[in-house]
């Protein structure tokens, strides 16, 4: 019996590797097989900032879309959120004629229940921000300052989500004595981009691999 076919869609967000594209990718496998699906293509974007939810932004997406319309195939997400979490970005995607379907909630889920967990979604973003300012607020009343050393801390806590979401392409090549210009190379190929966007270079990929321990 012939598998249908599939396009996985994955999403990294450099300051936030909560789902990495590794368990994207094997989320999406384990539906495939559950289910009867072949993957047929991959599309992995990276984002470096927020505002990505245009389309036009998302160029691994609409590549993502044009495969599936062609093939008449379903476009598969790990997770919602690696999607989208604003409702209006996912009624714009429905209009495109394209279904989708998110692994952790089964292949049943219609277009109607999608935009009602995207609007959950959207809903909980909006109180953790709201939370957060308050809790800061708070605490500037309190004459707590929140100055540099609060914000070199967490850049540093950023920079080390990011390495960590990128040592499962780093480390493999490091240990086998990969060039930089190598690892570069094999990150840019998985458009995993550094932080600042554009290509890797090779002294970004010598501080990306001394701060995984693996100089």
Do not use: C
């Not at 309190?142 to 960590?164: D, T, W, Y």
């Amino acid at each position: 019996m012939s598998k249908t076919p599939i396009v996985a869609y994955a999403r990294v967000s450099t300051g936030k590797q909560s789902l990495g594209l590794d368990a994207q990718s094997d989320a999406i496998e384990r539906f495939a097989e559950a289910h009867g699906h072949e993957v047929v293509g991959v599309y992995v974007e990276t984002e470096t900032g927020k505002g990505f939810d245009a389309l036009d932004r998302r160029p691994k997406l609409a590549a993502a879309l044009a495969q599936a319309k062609k093939l008449k195939a379903p476009v598969v997400v790990a997770k919602l959120d690696r999607l989208s979490r604003d409702v209006a970005f996912i009624a714009t995607l429905m209009t495109k004629k394209v279904p989708f379907v998110v692994a952790e909630l089964g292949p049943d889920i219609d277009p109607f229940m999608l935009h009602i967990y995207a609007a959950v979604a959207e809903k909980e973003r909006a109180m953790i921000s709201a939370r957060t300012k308050a809790a800061l607020g708070a605490k500037k009343a309190r004459g707590v300052v929140l100055g540099n050393a609060a914000l070199a801390r967490a850049n540093r806590a950023k920079g080390v989500a990011i390495a960590e979401g990128l040592r499962p392409v780093v480390e493999p090549l490091a240990r086998d004595g990969a060039s930089l210009r190598t690892i570069g190379r094999a990150l840019d190929d998985r458009s995993l981009a550094p932080p600042q966007g554009g290509k890797w270079q090779a002294q970004q990929v010598k501080r990306l691999v001394e701060r995984l321990g693996l100089a």
